[in-house]
DNA sequence: TTGTCTGCAAACGTTTTGCACGACC
DNA sequence: GGTCGTGCAAAACGTTTGCAGACAA
C-alpha cells in the first residue's frame, strides 16, 4: 500500500511519518494540483488527528526534496504537484480545471546567455479549456 | 505630467481619477514589479489620503481593462507591471529581484492544438541572477 | 535517548467586504 | 438623482509561528 511512498521517503532521506505517507500518497493519487486544504480535507475523515500545519510542513519538506512542485497559478493559493519534471499548467479560468501541459521550450537555452541561474521554470497558460470551449459552442447553437 | 496616462485612460473608456492617474504614473516609473503595499506606500506621502483599499481597486480595473499586467511568481503577494504586451519574467531567490525576460517560445503555437483557448502566458523562471552570482563568485575566492 | 515531527492555538500579512460619504455626469 | 469611486474599519483567507507533547530512528 504505502511500500513506493516508503521508499521514495527513504531515498530522499526523509523521516517516514504516516502523515507524510498519506499526504505522499494523496497527491499521488489526485493529479488535479489540489491545494493545502484540499489535501487537508482530503485526508482528515480518514485521519481525523491530522492538522493543517502538518500538511504545511510536510509539502514544504517534500518541496524541499524535490520529491513534489508547487504551483502559484491560481494567485492566492498554492497548489501541489506530484510531478517533479519539468512541466507547465493550464488554467481554465472558467471551471478553474488545471491542466498539465508538456510542450518543450527550446529557447530556455537562452536564458543561459543572460548570466542567470535558472533553476526552476513554471509555464502558466490561462484561458478556457477545451471541454469549457465545447460547452459554450452548444449554448450558442450553431 | 499626466496626459500620457490621462489619454490611456480615455482610450480604455475607464473614468479618469487622480488615484488611476498617480498609480499608472507609479508603475509606468517603476518598472520593479511593485506590490500593492509599495505603490501605496510610494505614493501615500504625496497623498496622504489615499487608501489600500482605492490601490486594490484600481490595479483591478486597469488589469481587467489590459492596462497592466499581475505576477504571482513571488508566492504570497501579487505584483503589477506596467508592461502588457506577452513577456516573461525572472525572479533571484537571493536578492528577490524580478527582471524582465524577452525570449519567445515558438512551442506556444502547439498550445492551439490542445483546443483549449490560451488567452494569457506567463512564463515564471527563478533562480540566482547575474548580479547575486558575481558576488558569490567574488566571496568564493578564486 | 535525542532530535525531529505533530497538532493546537494564536498571530501574521495580504486581500476582500460592507458601508457611508463624495464626485461626477 | 443615480451611478460610480474612494477610504475607513472590520472581516476573511491562506499561511506561519510558538510551543508542549508524541514519535521515529
Known amino acids: ?6 521508499k521514495l521517503l527513504k ?15 494523496y497527491l499521488d493519487e489526485n493529479r488535479t494540483h489540489p491545494t ?9 475523515e480518514k485521519n481525523p488527528s491530522l492538522s493543517k500545519t502538518t ?7 517534500l518541496e524541499e526534496h ?3 512542485q508547487s504551483l502559484t497559478i491560481s494567485g492566492s493559493e498554492s497548489r501541489y504537484d506530484f510531478r517533479n519534471d519539468m512541466h507547465h499548467h493550464f488554467l481554465c ?22 548570466g542567470h541561474k535558472v533553476e526552476e521554470v513554471h509555464g ?11 460547452k459554450e459552442t452548444k449554448q450558442n447553437g450553431s
Open 55 to 61: 500538511v504545511y510542513n510536510s509539502v514544504e519538506t
Open 1 to 6: 500500500m504505502f511500500e513506493k511512498y516508503v
Open 36 to 44: 493545502a486544504d484540499q489535501i487537508y480535507t482530503g485526508l482528515k
Open 93 to 114: 479560468k472558467k471551471c478553474g480545471t488545471i491542466i498539465d501541459i508538456d510542450i518543450k521550450c527550446p529557447n530556455i537555452g537562452k536564458m543561459l546567455e543572460s
Open 66 to 68: 524535490g520529491l513534489i
Open 124 to 134: 502558466y497558460f490561462k484561458g478556457i479549456c477545451k471541454d469549457c470551449m465545447k
Open 11 to 25: 531515498e530522499n532521506s526523509i523521516k517516514i511519518t504516516p502523515q507524510r505517507l498519506e499526504i505522499l500518497k
